[in-house]
């Protein structure tokens, strides 16, 4: 179980902004690319240690995110290119936000931790742990569907077999970096994500191999 899996029953409220937006004439792949500027947006103000600036202009980015798909199914524009390209970009919003804050503890010195000095290199350690945690966590996914040759389809979108397995994915990732820059405990978010992307990664493999395990006779 993750929030992904239930993620249709926890966005109605933005039904009212999803209707609004799709009587305005821009096109869903126009907020795709909107949702991708706020999140390089997003990633420049982590970089330079504005944390809680970042947050919301993430938070922008992922409230866009979730829009774009439902405007192209009311608006009768649903296309693959769209589909991928809403994935795309997702994942470079991911990799380049959470490598933005790696780096940022070279331009600010982060806190100590339980009166102990931390080495810059080893936050910025953690920073690239978590982003290889969130690219692989997802990126099971296509390969999954090219080796299985899985391609049933709900709203024009694959419709996803993993997406109830792994405890901990995107929005897990987003909401963690949102609260943590608000917040004031983004490394304490790093961390978390760096672990949890990793073990979310894993059940999804131990899944896979239960399931897809056995030989295969030719």
């Not at 980015?61 to 991928?84: E, Q």
């Not at 993993?162 to 929005?171: A, N, Q, S, V």
């Not at 304490?188 to 239960?210: G, M, P, V």
Request: with cysteine; glycine share 12%.
């Amino acid at each position: 179980m993750n929030i992904t899996s239930i993620r249709h029953k926890l966005t109605g409220w933005l039904d009212p902004f999803i209707l609004l937006l799709s009587k305005t004439g821009i096109t869903p792949n126009q907020i795709t690319l909107l949702s991708f500027l706020f999140g390089i947006a997003a990633a420049g103000c982590y970089l330079t240690t504005h944390f809680i600036a970042g947050s919301i202009l993430l938070a922008i980015s992922g409230i866009l995110d979730l829009t774009d798909g439902t405007v192209a199914r009311l608006t009768n524009k649903k296309s693959d290119f769209g589909a991928i390209i809403d994935w795309i970009v997702d994942k470079y919003v991911d990799g380049i936000v959470l490598f933005a804050v790696g780096l940022s503890c070279f331009i600010s010195t982060p806190a100590y931790l339980a009166g102990f000095a931390i080495p810059q290199i080893a936050y910025a350690g953690v920073a690239g742990v978590a982003v290889i945690g969130s690219i692989m966590n997802t990126f099971i996914k296509p390969v999954t569907y090219a080796e299985t040759g899985y391609s049933a389809k709900e709203d024009g979108k694959i419709s996803d077999p993993l997406e109830g397995i792994g405890f901990f994915g995107r929005p897990e990732t987003m909401l963690l970096l949102i609260a943590g820059g608000l917040l004031g405990f983004i490394w304490i978010s790093i961390l978390i994500i760096a672990l949890c992307t990793n073990l979310s990664a894993i059940q999804r493999i131990l899944y896979l191999k239960k399931r897809h395990g056995g030989y295969k006779n030719e």
